[in-house]
């Protein structure tokens, strides 16, 4: 059984409906930012979660109407709770695993989206998954992907926030959180032989007032997202 399987019902309480305070301050509107038109578009999500992104995305996306979306995760109860809280009307809802082949066929997606998902698995996830997105995007298909950035995993190890792989969150739940330097990601981007761009993620204000133990690592990035265009 998947890890998200046990925590998904208390993760879906936890987050709720932006994703929590990170995403809801700083890292959503980031990630939109920097998705093109979907309008007739094929989009595949790798890891929903709670399932509450897609039609955020769609909402800011207005009057563009995709065509087919992919909606997947490797927790079963995650797509459960997505479907139960975030049902969208002609959206295929598919477990998908980082480890496996994706459930699309060849050159098939125009966009391929992730947010805090890669930064979860083992090396051999993260390149089966990036050899996965080079095989299902379109020529000219765009990616837009996010992790939890290495430096951040080190200084939360360092404080004792992370071990063994696993973040402790201040609601005492446990997020894996794999520690990598920045050119494994960087190699496997590489794969893709697609140009693209990496943007830091820093923390602000008002993320700072949540959560005040990270002023203490406020010069760290918490995240980075790398995408194509």
Same mark, same amino acid.
């Given at each position: 059984?998947?890890?998200?399987?046990?925590?998904?019902?208390?993760?879906?309480?936890?987050?709720?409906?932006?994703?929590?305070?990170?995403?809801?301050?700083?890292?959503?509107?980031?990630?939109?930012?920097?998705?093109?038109?979907?309008? &007739? @578009?094929?989009? =595949? !999500? %790798?890891?929903?979660? +709670?399932?509450?992104?897609?039609?955020?995305?769609?909402? $800011?996306?207005?009057?563009?109407?995709?065509?087919?979306?992919?909606?997947?995760?490797? &927790? @079963?109860?995650? =797509? !459960? %709770?997505?479907?139960? +809280?975030?049902?969208?009307?002609?959206?295929?809802?598919? $477990?998908?695993?980082?480890?496996?082949?994706?459930?699309?066929?060849?050159?098939?997606?125009?966009?391929?989206?992730?947010?805090?998902?890669?930064?979860?698995?083992?090396?051999?996830?993260?390149?089966?998954?990036?050899?996965?997105?080079?095989?299902?995007?379109?020529?000219?298909?765009?990616?837009?992907?996010?992790?939890?950035?290495?430096?951040?995993?080190?200084?939360?190890?360092?404080?004792?926030?992370?071990?063994?792989?696993?973040?402790?969150?201040?609601?005492?739940?446990?997020?894996?959180?794999?520690?990598?330097?920045?050119?494994?990601?960087?190699?496997?981007?590489?794969?893709?032989?697609?140009?693209?761009?990496?943007?830091?993620?820093?923390?602000?204000?008002?993320?700072?007032?949540?959560?005040?133990?990270?002023?203490?690592?406020?010069?760290?990035?918490?995240?980075?997202?790398?995408?194509?265009?």
């Amino acid at each position: 059984m998947a890890y998200y399987d046990k925590i998904a019902a208390k993760w879906h309480k936890v987050t709720g409906y932006k994703g929590g305070s990170f995403k809801e301050l700083i890292l959503n509107e980031r990630i939109i930012s920097k998705v093109g038109i979907i309008a &007739s @578009k094929s989009i =595949l !999500e %790798i890891g929903i979660g +709670n399932g509450y992104f897609m039609p955020m995305l769609l909402r $800011r996306k207005s009057g563009q109407v995709p065509g087919t979306i992919f909606l997947t995760d490797v &927790s @079963k109860k995650n =797509l !459960e %709770i997505a479907r139960k +809280n975030f049902k969208l009307r002609n959206a295929i809802y598919q $477990r998908l695993d980082l480890y496996d082949k994706f459930i699309v066929s060849d050159s098939s997606m125009d966009l391929v989206l992730s947010t805090m998902v890669f930064n979860e698995v083992s090396d051999v996830g993260l390149e089966n998954g990036f050899k996965e997105i080079k095989r299902v995007l379109k020529n000219g298909g765009q990616f837009v992907v996010s992790v939890l950035h290495p430096e951040f995993i080190q200084k939360q190890m360092e404080r004792g926030v992370v071990k063994d792989n696993m973040m402790t969150s201040k609601d005492g739940m446990k997020i894996p959180s794999v520690e990598r330097k920045l050119d494994a990601y960087l190699r496997c981007l590489e794969l893709l032989e697609l140009e693209f761009e990496l943007e830091a993620v820093f923390g602000n204000k008002k993320l700072f007032n949540m959560k005040p133990k990270l002023k203490e690592i406020a010069e760290t990035p918490i995240a980075m997202i790398y995408y194509s265009k």
